[in-house]
């Protein structure tokens, strides 16, 4: 598969897709649908998919949190999904999230976001669908899509 035509999704669109509560449920639901059908090239961090485990079971981060079964389920859906590309953070990605940290003057929890960035970056993946745009777009090594704003 080609990576530069490959969109990732990141946390909250999976988040959002799952989460029936959400006022953006079925965009995210439908981007996820198009995504494993194959209709649209996308991957996953692995990264995300903590991620997603730990918002989807919080009370504190969800109306309706997932049970710890059911959230590892959802996850291996996204792990079986042969459309779905996977990647994850390795040594070779620790340099490029060090030189992006001292670029951007990245502190604190930012650097969260930005290990997702040298993730896709490592794997030759160029886009990212999300609604946190506002802490991706400061990245020009990345395009960011929001499918939620008009």
Do not use: W
């Not at 993946?125 to 506002?134: R, S």
């Amino acid at each position: 598969m080609r990576t530069d035509k490959v969109i990732l999704l990141d946390t909250n669109i999976i988040v959002y897709a799952t989460n029936t509560a959400c006022e953006f449920h079925k965009i995210a639901l439908k981007i996820r649908e198009d995504v494993i059908k194959g209709k649209v090239k996308g991957c996953v961090s692995l990264q995300n998919l903590s991620e997603f485990y730990s918002i989807i079971t919080s009370r504190k981060r969800v109306q309706n949190p997932l049970s710890p079964e059911t959230a590892v389920e959802e996850i291996k859906k996204y792990i079986m999904a042969e459309e779905l590309l996977k990647i994850h953070f390795n040594k070779n990605t620790v340099g490029i999230l060090c030189d992006l940290a001292k670029k951007y003057n990245v502190v604190a929890q930012s650097i969260y976001d930005l290990k997702i960035v040298a993730t896709m970056i490592d794997n030759g993946i160029n886009g990212i669908y999300t609604d946190n745009d506002k802490d991706f777009k400061q990245y020009s090594e990345v395009r960011v899509i929001n499918p939620f704003k008009d």
